[in-house]
């Protein structure tokens, strides 16, 4: 399976932050990458699909981007309700896989 | 607005069978633009996708769990199920339901429930 690492696995920011999370791939996935934000009690919401598509609805601070193996999540301006965990997922290859998650914590 | 349901016993004993239903609810699991997916969440571990469905009955399992694993597609009642056979304590997770949707060939779930927690002991 395509093991997939982020870092960090938890950040503390404040409001008006830019934040950056980064996922890593363990062999190529092209673009085929998603980002999802999970808050506790709630559920999982897709933000980004094949790496760089912003899925319908979500705020533009949100950007993703690639660079061979290493994907990167950003939050250009953090906003009260973007404290969460954020989550990668490659779709590449079955299984599809996730990352362990990110936490986004207040400073 | 279309939503996801999972609905199911929260204790199942060593060895059982684990029976979850995903219930979609404003929309119809009959869209061929869509797929059924369930996954899992282990307790401080990362996500692990179990297997999807379409309408049509076509499955994938994850080959780490295909052979407990079963999932089945009731279209009359727009809802899907989940059975995993012989559940041990690395079973207990939070199961979550999930819609596969797709743009080209890029493959994402766009839409999940909240999940149910599930926990394996005698």
């Known amino acids: 399976d395509i093991q997939m690492t982020q870092s960090p696995s938890s950040l503390s920011a404040s409001v008006g932050d830019r934040v950056t999370i980064t996922c890593r791939a363990s062999?190529?996935?092209?673009?085929?990458l998603n980002w999802y934000q999970e808050k506790a009690g709630e559920a999982p919401k897709l933000l980004v699909f094949a790496a760089s598509n912003l899925q319908r609805g979500v705020p533009s601070r949100f950007s993703g981007s690639a660079s061979a193996t290493e994907f990167t999540l950003t939050i250009s301006s953090l906003q009260p309700e973007d404290f969460a965990t954020y989550s990668c997922q490659q779709s590449y290859k079955d299984p599809p896989t996730f990352g362990q998650g990110t936490k986004v914590e207040v400073k | 607005q279309v939503q996801l349901q999972e609905s199911g016993p929260g204790l199942v004993k060593p060895s059982q069978t684990l029976s979850l239903t995903c219930t979609v609810s404003g929309g119809s699991i009959s869209n061929d633009d869509y797929y059924w997916t369930w996954i899992r969440q282990v307790p401080e571990k990362g996500r692990e996708f179990i297997g999807y469905?379409?309408?049509?009955?076509?499955?994938y399992y994850n080959p780490s769990l295909k052979s407990r694993v079963t999932i089945s597609v009731d279209t009359s009642k727009n809802k899907f199920s989940l059975k995993v056979t012989s559940v041990i304590a690395a079973d207990t997770a939070l199961y979550s339901c999930a819609r596969g949707g797709s743009s080209g060939n890029y493959y994402y779930m766009d839409l999940w429930g909240k999940g149910t927690a599930v926990i394996v002991s005698s």
């Open positions: 469905i379409y309408h049509t009955g076509n499955t």
């Open positions: 062999e190529i996935v092209k673009t085929h």
